[in-house]
């Protein structure tokens, strides 16, 4: 069974000129020790992407999926008590914005002890 698995991953958010979709038909299959880098452009869906699996795409954006699944538990319908004991637990996301980012040139240890 795989750790992560996404079918048909959509993210769309509605504008003053109707729907924008920013992520369309995502797939992936991540098992347990694999490593997933997520790689791209600016602005073509990665953070969007992963924010969606998080739970943490706000209104008025709409995420919907054939399949999101993560250890076997439905992202999709999970509650938001559920999504909080996952979240930053078991599912966590180093965001792009270099102020807030990791530094590679560190440990990940060292820098999570030393905030």
Known sequence: MALLEIRNLAVEFATARGRFR????????LNEGEILSVVGESGSGKSVSMLAVMG??????????????FDGTDLLGLSARGRRRLIGKDIAMVFQEPMSSLNPCYSVGWQIAEA
């Open 22 to 29: 920013a992520v369309d038909g995502v797939d992936m299959t």
């Open 56 to 69: 943490l795409i706000a209104f008025p954006g709409r995420v919907t999926a054939d399949t999101m699944r």
